[in-house]
Nanobody
Framework: QVQLVESGGGSVQTGDSLKLTCRVS????????LGWFRQAPGKEREFVAA???????ILYADSVKGRFTISRDVARSTFLQMNNLKIEDTAVYYC??????????????????WGQGTQVTVSS
């Protein structure tokens, strides 16, 4: 059984940075596309970023391009470096994994395993 556990969230001010980490245990890690999503109160879960299993393909939502960076390592972790945070980045952030061998995707329904989420709050 695959488990994903996010960490690194917190409360910051506009312009600050945070780095989220997602550690994956169990199952196959190396051939799975990983993604980050977020959900603000009263809103649907939305795509933030995704990275292919050999890191040769990366996608970002337009709202975070140039500010957020997704990466992964061989030690079963994916990271989301968030710079120049804005109030509208406030949300619960989730990492997710597609099934083994599946291609890149940006909709939540295409991801098979999810973490429990970590809260990011940005204030002025």
């Amino acid at each position: 059984q695959v488990q994903l556990v996010e960490s690194g969230g917190g409360s910051v001010q506009t312009g600050d940075s945070l780095k989220l980490t997602c550690r994956v245990s169990g199952g196959t890690f190396s051939k799975r596309t990983l993604g980050w999503f977020r959900q603000a109160p009263g809103k649907e879960r939305e795509f933030v970023a995704a990275i292919s299993w050999i890191s040769d393909n990366i996608l970002y939502a337009d709202s975070v391009k140039g500010r957020f960076t997704i990466s992964r390592d061989v030690a079963r972790s994916t990271f989301l470096q968030m710079n120049n945070l804005k109030i509208e980045d406030t949300a619960v952030y989730y990492c997710a994994a597609r099934r083994t061998g599946a291609s890149m995707a940006i909709t939540p329904a295409e991801y098979d395993d999810w973490g429990q989420g970590t809260q990011v709050t940005v204030s002025s």
